[in-house]
T-cell receptor, first 115, second 114 residues
Framework: GAGVSQSPRYKVAKRGQDVALRCDPI?????LFWYQQALGQGPEFLTYFQNEAQLDKSGLPSDRFFAERPEGSVSTLKIQRTQQEDSAVYLC?????????????FGPGTRLTVT | DQQVKQNSPSLSVQEGRISILNCDYTNSMFDYFLWYKKYPAEGPTFLIS?????DKNEDGRFTVFLNKSAKHRSLHIVPSQPGDSAVYFCAARISNFGNEKLTFGTGTRLTIIP
């Protein structure tokens, strides 16, 4: 079956540009997560949705980062006025529901390079 | 402040031998621990987990041990196979309802030598 898909897979942006990264979760998955993985580091939590509700955005590094999931399925992570420190792989994950026993399935990520 | 630490960036093990990957954590609120495996250009995939009420969990060739007093856990792979070559991330979470995020370590690159 289809897993989590993300697009684009690679994005190069000039400093100051806005970017939008898309995540298509596994069909029927209620929970959706965004993580940021800098080079040589582990994934770091950005934000979490339960259906269309953004329940935790404690990991968003600045107000330039904005995420939405308006219909409770596809999600978009938007970064405004990109900076070089935003260069990273952005991972999306989905889970069937909330709670310990629901595994998070990760997509392949979008590699963002800000020049 | 790194709450989940993997102090070995890389590890090489002969095929057929045991691979031991280590992970420490500092946040005593963590009570559920996971291991993920990552191949290049793919997202991490779940491998095995353990709750803080246990000290060992086995799944085939993979065993995870938890030492709560030392805030340490390890993943054992026996016997190691070439397909096990990947980056392994340990992760942890706090199981209270509403706290869904995972906190990851920096990863250990495991290379299995044929």
């Amino acid at each position: 079956g289809a897993g989590v898909s993300q697009s684009p897979r690679y994005k190069v942006a000039k400093r100051g540009q806005d970017v939008a990264l898309r995540c298509d979760p596994i069909s029927g998955h209620v929970s959706l997560f965004w993580y940021q993985q800098a080079l040589g580091q582990g994934p770091e939590f950005l934000t979490y949705f339960q259906n269309e509700a953004q329940l935790d955005k404690s990991g968003l590094p600045s107000d330039r980062f904005f995420a939405e999931r308006p219909e409770g399925s596809v999600s978009t992570l938007k970064i405004q006025r990109t900076q070089q420190e935003d260069s990273a792989v952005y991972l999306c994950a989905s889970a069937l529901d909330r709670g310990l026993h629901y595994e998070q399935y990760f997509g392949p990520g979008t590699r963002l390079t800000v020049t | 402040d790194q709450q989940v630490k993997q102090n070995s960036p890389s590890l090489s093990v002969q095929e057929g031998r045991i691979s031991i990957l280590n992970c420490d954590y500092t946040n005593s609120m963590f009570d559920y621990f996971l291991w993920y495996k990552k191949y290049p250009a793919e997202g991490p995939t779940f491998l095995i987990s353990i709750s803080s009420i246990k000290d060992k969990n086995e799944d085939g060739r993979f065993t995870v041990f938890l030492n709560k007093s030392a805030k340490h856990r390890s993943l054992h792979i026996v016997p190691s196979q070439p397909g096990d070559s990947a980056v392994y991330f340990c992760a942890a979470r706090i199981s209270n309802f509403g706290n869904e995020k995972l906190t990851f370590g920096t990863g250990t690159r495991l290379t299995i030598i044929p």
